[in-house]
């Protein structure tokens, strides 16, 4: 059986390209992961696209009711904005992400997780870095 990494997953062109990549250069089985904060139209075709690339799997996970609770709101009370202008909502869901990527991780017996920013240091760096995915 082949070892999984979990991959956060947004369906655009470099999570989409990372799959074939985790496969044949580490021989892993791709596990990918959206989390849902309210993206609608955004997750149509997220499934097949990610599946037709290699993926062994795709959870698409709403977050969108726990993201408003236990972030959004917090922050809103908390008058948390950005130069006096926005929210930072992205940066706000970060957290719950993550709890979540690792959440399926152990429930699927992961080796590891990945994000785009990981891969992208991986390939500048050297082998001994890479060894340790």
């Not at 309210?38 to 696209?49: I, K, P, S, T, V």
Request: negative net charge; contains cysteine.
């Amino acid at each position: 059986m082949k070892e999984k990494v979990i991959l956060a997953y947004s369906g655009g062109l470099d999570t989409t390209a990372i799959i074939p990549w985790l496969k044949e250069t580490y021989n892993y089985d791709v596990v990918c992961v959206c989390a849902d904060c309210g993206q609608e139209e955004e997750l149509d075709g997220l499934e097949q696209r990610a599946l037709s690339c290699g993926a062994a799997k795709l959870y698409i996970e709403d977050i969108t009711d726990e993201f408003c609770d236990n972030y959004i709101v917090p922050c809103v009370q908390a008058h948390a904005v950005y130069e006096n202008k926005y929210l930072l909502g992205t940066s706000m869901a970060r957290p719950l992400i993550a709890k979540r990527l690792v959440e399926i991780a152990r429930k699927e017996g992961a080796v590891a997780i990945c994000t785009v920013l990981l891969v992208r240091v991986m390939t500048r760096s050297d082998s001994s870095l890479q060894s340790r995915l």
